[in-house]
């Protein structure tokens, strides 16, 4: 039901956008949520964005580099990365909370749809 897309190898301080699209359900108003997972490391908390798209919330090392955003039109989120480093290097997921007019969350446990992943690798 959730499609990530839009990853790819790039060179240290491209920039990438990600795609998350729904399909089968409506999700605009859902919460949901970017995690991502570096081999041998757990999945860790990446953006989030409340169903009305007015709140979000990032992890530290990211901020001022990554935009979380969606488009309820289009049934898609997108998460844009800038000046991205070496160490961001990792699938990225988006996951869906189920629960109505919900916020964004950077707990894993609230999220009840997952998308596949798609691979970022960055080179520096």
């Known amino acids: 039901q959730l499609q990530a897309s839009g990853g790819g190898p790039v060179q240290a301080g491209d920039s990438l956008r990600l795609s998350c699209a729904a399909s089968?359900?409506?999700?605009?108003?859902?919460?949901m949520g970017w995690f991502r997972q570096a081999p041998g490391k757990e999945r860790e908390f990446v953006a989030a964005?409340?169903?009305?798209?007015?709140?979000?919330s990032y992890r530290d090392s990211v901020k001022g580099r990554f935009s979380v955003s969606r488009d309820g039109g289009k049934n898609t989120a997108y998460l844009q990365m800038n000046s991205l480093k070496s160490e961001d290097t990792a699938v990225y997921y988006c996951?869906?909370?189920?629960?109505?007019?919900?916020?964004?969350?950077?707990?894993?446990?609230?999220?009840?749809?997952w998308g596949q992943g798609t691979q970022v690798t960055v080179s520096s």
């Open positions: 964005i409340s169903w009305t798209g007015y709140s979000t």
């Open positions: 089968g359900r409506t999700f605009s108003a859902h919460g």
């Open positions: 996951a869906l909370r189920r629960r109505r007019f919900s916020t964004g969350s950077n707990s894993p446990a609230d999220y009840d749809y």
